[in-house]
Structures are given as structure tokens and as C-alpha cells.
Nanobody
Framework: QVQLVESGGGLVQAGGSLRLSCVAS?????????MAWHRQAPGKQRELVAS???????NYADSVKGRFTISRDIARNAVYLQMNSLKPEDTAVYFC?????????????????????WGQGTQVTVSS
């Protein structure tokens, strides 16, 4: 089992910044490959925002490129999302996700279907 706990969400004005954190724990945390941040806005499907592979390669949704940065601290079993120049359309619940697999890859790190462990989510609200 892997537990993912997010923190860092909140209310911010447009143009502001937030930094989300996610820490993994549990007996299976050593089998985490890729990690990612997804988000879901009211009435919309969940979307993959940013992801980082086991080799450190990163990928971003077009809507956040140049504004968001994903980073990972393997020693701390943590992944972060630095969000700058926030827009009202970034308002959503943000979910940390991990690819939990021992000795194999479930799929590309940039694919939403790769992820099989999820946090509870943290709300990000951007006011105009």
C-alpha cells in the first residue's frame, strides 16, 4: 500500500503563486516509479497537469507549460508542484498520483492511465 498526502493548496489571487507538496508513505512506497499531479475542476474531467518519470524526465499539459514546475525528492519520497502566474482557470482540486509497480512499468509517465495510487486532493482556488 502507498499513502499519498497532499498539502499547500489554498486561495490566491490571479498572478500569484502556490507550492503543492505530496509525501508518500507505506510499505509499497519503494516501488514507486513515476509521480504526477492531476487536477479536476467542477463539471470537468480529471486531467494530468504535470508528471515526472523515474529517470527525472518531466512532462506538462499545454495549459500550464512555462508556469508550473514539477520536482521530486526521492530521498524524502516527495513530489512538489510550483505554480506561478496562476489563473482563475487553474481553480481545481489537485491530486497527487504515483505509479506503484515492482520491477516493471505500467506505462508512459505522461499517460494518466499509468497511475494507480492517489491522494485525497487539495483545493486550489484562484480569484480574479
Amino acid at each position: 500500500q502507498v499513502q499519498l498526502v497532499e498539502s499547500g493548496g489554498g486561495l490566491v489571487q490571479a498572478g500569484g503563486s502556490l507550492r503543492l507538496s505530496c509525501v508518500a508513505s507505506g510499505t509499497a512506497m519503494f516501488y514507486i516509479n513515476a509521480m504526477a499531479w492531476h487536477r479536476q475542476a467542477p463539471g470537468k474531467q480529471r486531467e494530468l497537469v504535470a508528471s515526472v518519470g523515474g529517470d527525472g524526465a518531466t512532462n506538462y499539459a499545454d495549459s500550464v507549460k512555462g508556469r508550473f514546475t514539477i520536482s521530486r525528492d526521492i530521498a524524502r519520497n516527495a513530489v512538489y508542484l510550483q505554480m506561478n502566474s496562476l489563473k482563475p482557470e487553474d481553480t481545481a482540486v489537485y491530486f497527487c498520483a504515483a505509479e506503484r509497480a515492482r520491477g516493471y512499468s505500467r506505462g508512459p509517465y505522461w499517460s494518466p492511465d499509468t497511475y494507480n495510487s492517489w491522494g485525497q486532493g487539495t483545493q486550489v482556488t484562484v480569484s480574479s
